[in-house]
Structures are given as C-alpha cells and as structure tokens.
C-alpha cells in the first residue's frame, strides 16, 4: 500500500484566493501554481492509504467542534529572519482557527510541528528579500472578510500540487 500526502486548511474563498494567488505568482513565488489560497490547520502528513479512512472521520469529529465564523484578514506579517515568509494577517476568527488546529492534530493525528501554530495566509516563502518586501508593501492594506462553514483535506500529487480531497462543514455551536 501507498502513502499519501494530505494537509487540512480553511480554504480563502473568491475572488480573495485569486487576488492573494496573483500577487504569489507576481512576486516569483514557485509554488504560487501549487498550493491553494489557504489557512493551514495541518501541514503536509503523510498517511498510509489504509489510514485515511480514520483520517477522515476524524476530520468529521474536528469539524463538529467548532461553528462557522467570520475571518478577516487584514494587512501583512512575516516571519522574517527565523523563516523567509511574508503573509496576511488573520486578525479575527484566530481562536476559531487555534481551536480547529488543536482538534484536527489530536490522536489518530498526533502530528508535531516546527513552530507555534499562527494562522496566516502565506502569499511569498523561501523567494529573494526583494520579492519578501514588495509583496509585504504591497498588501500592506489588503482586507478582506468572509465566513467560514467549513475546510479542506487537500491531497498532494506526485508534482507536489494541492487539490481539494473533501470538505468538512463546521458544525459546532
């Protein structure tokens, strides 16, 4: 049996995505065509085909722990000098966001992770300091606000691109 690649996060809706999306690509970011406008709850884990099964129904129970919710976004952050990342902010719905994350990561996904969980919406990483900077300036004043029903198991292929895989709706109270 195979393994699979999978990660779960709260997918930017339109026409957001596609305006975060194009200032990816605008800056040089390679994986701007890969990975999908997002908020991540788990990063990229890799499962066996034969787990995905409880993976799933796990995400079932993550998802009934939480209500929908207003995100917004508002302006940039980075993550600079510990990682070369520029983001936007997530400056409401970040405890909706915590509380997902840690539900999502409990057992059968007891996944560590390398650094304290902040939720952002990447939009440049691992490009030159110029490219960090313009698109930190540039979505200086980027705003944006939406509600939040549900997220995503994304799936990785063998180019590592990101498709969605399911949807979870939130169903908490």
Partial sequence: MGALT??????????????????????G?????????????LPPTAFAESEIEAVEKHLEWAA???GPFVM????????RPISQVVFVQV????????????????????????????????????????????AFDS???????FQVDRFVMYSQDEDGTWYPRRDFLLSGS
Avoid: M
């Fill in 6 to 27: 999978v990660g779960v996060a709260i997918a930017i809706p339109e026409p957001h995505a596609t305006v975060l999306a194009q200032w990816r690509r605008r800056v």
């Fill in 29 to 41: 970011d390679p994986e701007a065509n890969r990975i999908p406008t997002h908020v991540t709850l």
């Fill in 64 to 66: 009934g722990q939480v």
């Fill in 72 to 79: 917004r976004l508002l302006g940039t952050g980075t993550f």
């Fill in 91 to 134: 400056s409401a719905g970040i405890a909706e966001c915590e509380l997902l994350e840690r539900a999502v990561r409990k057992d059968p996904i007891c996944r560590e992770v390398d650094f304290p969980y902040h939720p952002h919406v990447t939009v440049a990483h691992d490009i030159s300091d110029e490219a960090l900077d313009l």
């Fill in 139 to 145: 979505l200086s004043d980027f705003v944006a606000q």
